[in-house]
């Protein structure tokens, strides 16, 4: 295995969107920062609802994927197509926006809690005006995989494949073909785990940190909170080293085309922005 090494660090910035919701945004804080073909991460974690209890009201989507994992809390939805749905704790959302979707996202606390991710993913070019679908992953139908040293591991997407267990997540047939992993760590515990060389991989912390191992170097810490992007190889060893972590981890092929983004519209060219915004002035968006 030829091993991946952390080539750069987006730390998380706080930000505010949708009615005035507090998160924390490591890709998509400037279009500077991403990692191509994911746009945007943002994390979200209040046990006061004053952050976010207005929510996301009704807002447009053109030309990408968003996904909403939930860790804590759950999240009321609605869209344009006459779709609602209640994510709960441990679930998710993939939302295809394809050519338009206009929907509201409303957070709702669990005892008092909210915790979770948005992650938005680029759809290529001759995907980008298909028509909208999304998918609710109930909770149940996330495997989680026990691995030794009490190592576990939420399969959302991709496939986990590792010391003899592999895991199918819920999620197929996106052309980008995401891998998204919730492993938690145990302190002193060590994954490791293959990635297609070529895909673009980054680790995002969420309680505690980890360092990144390669043979020869010294390790390389991923704070928490920071989006930790990796170089060229064909896997990544993580660890756990003073305390447990809990991180995602995400790669998926990149798209090599040209993005132009407007706020909630990622397109190729300024052209088609522009007609995104024609369509969503004039409701044809969808
Ligand atoms: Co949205």
Redesign the pocket.
């Known amino acids: 295995m030829s091993t991946r090494t952390l080539k750069g660090l987006i730390p998380a910035l706080q930000a505010s969107d949708g009615a005035g919701v507090k998160l924390l945004r490591s890709l998509g804080q400037t279009q500077g920062h991403r990692l191509d073909p994911f746009l945007m991460l943002d994390s979200f974690s209040s046990d006061n609802p004053d952050d976010y209890i207005a929510g996301?009201p009704p807002?447009p989507?053109r030309g990408f994927e968003?996904v909403t994992y939930m860790l804590d809390g759950h999240m009321l939805h609605e869209d344009h197509l006459g779709n609602r749905g209640d994510l709960r704790g441990g679930g998710a959302q993939w939302m295809t926006a394809g050519r338009g979707i206009i929907?509201s996202?409303m957070p709702q606390q669990t005892n008092g809690r909210l915790r979770g991710f948005q992650l938005w993913i680029n759809l290529p070019a001759k995907e980008k005006m298909k028509p909208a679908s999304y998918r609710d992953i109930q909770p149940e139908e996330i495997p989680t995989a026990t691995l030794a040293d009490g190592i576990e591991v939420r399969v959302v997407a991709g496939v986990l494949d590792t010391a003899g267990t592999t895991v199918a997540g819920p999620i197929r047939g996106i052309s980008t073909q995401p891998l998204f992993l919730d492993v938690r760590l145990p302190a002193g515990t060590v994954f490791t785990h293959g990635l297609p060389e070529g895909h673009h991989a980054f680790v995002y912390p969420y309680e505690g940190m980890v360092d990144i191992l390669a043979p020869g170097q010294d390790a390389q810490r991923i704070n928490t909170h920071q989006a930790g992007l990796l170089g060229t190889g064909d896997g990544v060893t993580i660890s756990a080293t003073d305390q447990a972590a809990r991180f995602l981890l995400l790669a998926a092929h990149p798209l090599n085309e040209p993005v132009v983004q407007y706020g909630?519209f990622v397109m190729n060219t300024r052209e088609e922005i522009e007609q995104a915004v024609f369509d969503y002035q004039n409701k044809q968006l969808t």
Do not use: D, R
């Open positions: 996301f807002h989507h968003t929907h996202e909630p």
